[in-house]
């Protein structure tokens, strides 16, 4: 039996590095994008002294074509993507009247049409798989100072639920987790944490929307 194998794309040493190490430890292959080579090396590293099945792959989420090659390179390699997590996210800091239209959509084009070609791109590859984006409190409650942030978190709440409404039907799950905290070791909020959330709902494959907050 080939394993699964779940992409990560915005590898980072927090919520994606913990997702992998999840996802890993259940079977999976694993893997990670990122832009900086270096860093995907420890990570591949890292997973793999755990004894996972890890890659890392060098591609740009605010580059269609660098986005749609990298990932291409991730089929060759596994042949297969079963579960796709993407976490990358850009938000220019400041009010909005502080921003300028062309950093509102260079941060739109990674948080948000980089997760729609990421989806397009993977979907050929995939049978009754699922996908996942990381969501944020400030889709809720926007926050004046991290307005570019809001605005793509709200961006990707409302991808998610028109993409769930598109491939539900096609036996594909799509589901955003609302983080409506700081992520953060040793709290309600750790990587470890949002890592376990996401693999609930690629597991239970029910909700397209589940709040992560401290009850």
Do not use: W
Not at 61 to 90: C, H, M, P, W
């Amino acid at each position: 039996m080939v394993n699964k194998t779940v992409l990560i794309i915005g590898a980072g040493p927090g919520i994606s590095l913990y997702t992998g190490k999840k996802f890993g430890k259940e079977g999976f292959n694993v893997a990670l994008m990122a832009r900086n080579e270096k860093a995907l090396h420890q990570y591949e590293t890292e997973l793999q002294q755990d004894g996972i099945t890890a890659k890392g792959f060098q591609g740009d989420v605010s580059s269609e074509q660098s986005l749609k090659e990298a990932i291409q390179e991730v089929v060759k390699t596994f042949g297969r993507i079963d579960v796709l997590l993407y976490n990358a996210a850009s938000g220019t800091p400041g009010k909005p009247t502080t921003l300028s239209a062309d950093q509102l959509i260079e941060d739109f084009k990674v948080s948000v049409a980089g997760a729609l070609t990421s989806v397009k791109e993977v979907l050929p590859s995939m049978e009754k798989g699922a996908i996942l984006l990381t969501g944020g409190g400030l889709a809720l409650y926007p926050y004046a100072d991290y307005a570019s942030l809001a605005v793509s978190k709200a961006g990707i709440r409302n991808l998610a639920y028109s993409l769930h409404q598109e491939l539900s039907e096609k036996g594909v799950y799509v589901g955003t987790l609302t983080i409506k905290g700081f992520v953060e070791e040793g709290t309600y909020f750790s990587p470890d944490n949002i890592a376990e959330a996401f693999y609930d709902m690629y597991k239970n494959r029910t909700e397209v929307e589940v709040v992560f907050e401290e009850k």
